[in-house]
């Protein structure tokens, strides 16, 4: 078996790999970087990149169809296979251009599964890789949910690729995954059923306003099952029994697919990290401030396989830069900053989130007030035939600045980042208000939002 060294080994080719990855290469560090599947990772491929290209899809045929209950004529129809392929048109170079983009500044790549061998060594292959430093940007998996036919589902990676979409479909957890699938199924037509273990789904999400999009994903054919944990799933010819205990008893789902959407965790445990003498969690590598793991000091991880941060694409990119950063100058002095991290449920209408919900402001003890009301009536909604939306705000009193917002829109996933940059700056309720919007636009909404 050939050995090779490196001044840094990077495990993972997604946002928070490439970014340490090209950041040393840069520097003329000599680097190698791992990947068991495409180059590219999970949000460029599998996740949030080729979501959003098919919801697109969706948003069409939504405009369309609440611009028909208008009184508008409309004739869009749906097809499955031409989103699919628009997708591909769109996506299908990224792992390409990801390799190439590596390549193109000396980087060897090696395809296969990483195992560590030593505190700093790497097996991969019938390769030995030695490196100065480890970086650990592997991402996440779906949970494994230890149950009876866990194999006949679908994950969510598959789902994006699926070139024909089955008839009846079962989604298994009640997150974000699964909403934002759930809503793109429904919207072409098929029955579509999320199922949920415990009473309240969309849990990092105001209560409030995750009601109004039950209500909204009902309205649109969706079944929300809650407080039914799943028990088993059994193949019968060509469909799929979802068994679920509910009110005491067993009760049967009958799908032709089964998607996991019951969460994720990190993607670590193939690596044989007891090698290196690597602490780790449930939650991921174990890091100090600067994304260094407290137990072996030449191995740094970021994104959604160390510990601490949000697993979200943006919070990736950025720990990917101070890992960069940390490990290139020899010394650790940047830390993450997670106070104002804006989060998106990309269903329709889309939810979204930034910043303390009222039952963490009450934990904290701050005083506050509370800016809540639905939409529906307001004229950017009335113009689209928006039946369900709404906002909440919560500002600390008696500054006005601005502790939480969360919204329930069309718009939501742009106007969340209005108040994302209100609270990184500080800004308070008075200075949102000074501001001169264009109008009639969704952002102008703001001002009455926090008045």
Excluded at 387 to 407: N, S, V
Excluded at 429 to 440: C, E, F, H, S, T
């Amino acid at each position: 078996m050939r050995t090779k060294e490196y001044d840094l080994i990077v495990l993972g080719t997604g946002d928070a790999g490439q970014a340490v990855a090209l950041g040393a290469a840069k520097e003329k560090w000599n680097v190698a970087i791992i990947d068991k599947r495409a180059v590219g990772g999970t949000c460029a491929l599998w996740g949030c990149v080729p979501k959003k290209v098919l919801i697109s899809g969706e948003e069409l045929a939504n405009f369309s169809q609440r611009m028909a209950a208008a009184g508008l004529s409309s004739k869009t129809t749906l097809d499955w296979s031409e989103l699919m392929a628009f997708k591909h048109r769109l996506t299908g170079s990224f792992s390409r251009d990801s390799r190439s983009r590596l390549q193109k500044h000396g980087i060897d790549i090696y395809e296969g599964t990483a195992s560590f061998v030593g505190e700093a060594a790497i097996r991969v292959g019938e390769v030995i890789l030695q490196g100065g430093y480890i970086h650990i940007a592997t991402g996440a998996c779906p949970r494994p949910l230890g149950i009876p036919g866990e194999d006949f589902m679908t994950t969510s990676s598959e789902f994006l690729y699926q070139e024909e979409l089955p008839q009846r479909l079962v989604f298994i957890g009640g997150g974000y995954i699964s909403f934002e699938f759930a809503h793109l199924a429904a919207r072409y037509g098929r029955n579509v059923t999320i199922i949920h273990r415990s009473a309240g789904v969309l849990k990092k999400f105001d209560p409030d306003l995750v009601a109004l999009l039950v209500k909204a994903s009902e309205e649109r054919g969706i079944t929300v099952a809650a407080s039914q944990p799943l028990v088993r799933i059994e193949k019968e010819k060509d469909a799929l029994l979802v068994i679920v205990q509910a009110d005491g008893d067993e009760k049967v789902y009958h799908a032709d697919m089964v998607v996991h959407g019951a969460g994720r965790v990190p993607d670590i445990a193939d690596l044989n990290l007891e090698a290196a003498g690597i602490e780790a969690s449930q939650d991921g590598i174990v890091v100090n401030d600067y994304l260094q793991s407290i137990s072996n000091p030449r191995v740094y991880a970021a994104g959604d396989a160390a510990a601490g941060g949000l697993p979200l694409t943006p919070v990736a990119m950025v720990e990917g830069k101070l890992a960069a950063d940390n490990l290139i100058h020899g010394s650790n002095r940047r830390r993450g900053d997670y106070r104002v991290v804006p989060s998106v449920v990309f269903t329709l209408p889309k939810l979204a989130s930034v910043g303390l919900q009222e039952a963490e402001a009450n934990r904290q003890g701050l005083q506050f007030d509370v800016k809540f009301r639905e939409t529906a009536d307001w004229l950017h909604n009335l113009r689209i035939n928006e039946p369900f939306a709404g906002f909440k705000i919560i500002l600390e009193r008696p500054t006005g600045k601005i502790l939480g917002a969360h919204l329930l829109d069309s718009h939501a996933d742009d106007l969340i980042n209005l108040f994302a940059l209100a609270m990184q700056h500080n800004l308070t309720a008075a200075d949102i208000k000074q501001v001169l919007y264009a109008y009639p636009t969704a952002s102008s909404s703001v001002q009455y939002m926090v008045g």
